[in-house]
């Protein structure tokens, strides 16, 4: 099963989606509170797929991704939004994201992206 690195600012939302993911046999092997940080990790945990919300202090979700793809261009991302940030969306999905999942969590949505996105 992929390992997974979960990106939010908001320690709920990552408790969240590590509930989902954990419950569906995958390995959450970190996480961070914002795009710095999820770089850092990035670069120290080498996850199979991270999970990345948009809006975060010190540095947004789109910046973090374009970073990780700088780093490396197989990079696994899905982003996380809320409702109304179609106009992030685009641009993360540009930046190199494959996939997003709108907040409130649906776990079987989670779940479809995650499978889609690591087989």
Same mark, same amino acid.
Request: glycine letters at 0%; hydrophobic letters at 70%.
């Given at each position: 099963m992929a390992s997974i690195l #979960?990106? $939010?600012d908001a320690?709920?939302?990552r408790m969240m989606i590590k509930d989902i993911l954990t419950k569906n046999g995958y390995t959450v092997i970190g996480e961070a509170e914002n795009g710095l940080k999820a770089v850092e990790k990035y670069k120290e945990l080498n996850?199979?797929?991270? #999970?990345? $919300?948009?809006t975060m202090p010190e540095m947004d979700g789109i910046q973090a991704v374009k970073q990780i793809k700088s780093l490396n261009s197989a990079a696994?991302?899905?982003m996380c939004s809320a409702m109304g940030q179609q106009a992030m969306v685009i641009e993360s999905i540009q930046a190199g994201a494959r996939d997003f999942i709108v907040k409130p969590f649906q776990a079987e949505r989670v779940i479809?992206?995650?499978k889609k996105v690591v087989g």
């Open positions: #979960i990106v $939010d320690a709920f939302m996850p199979d797929l991270v #999970i990345m $919300d948009i696994k991302i899905i479809e992206a995650v």
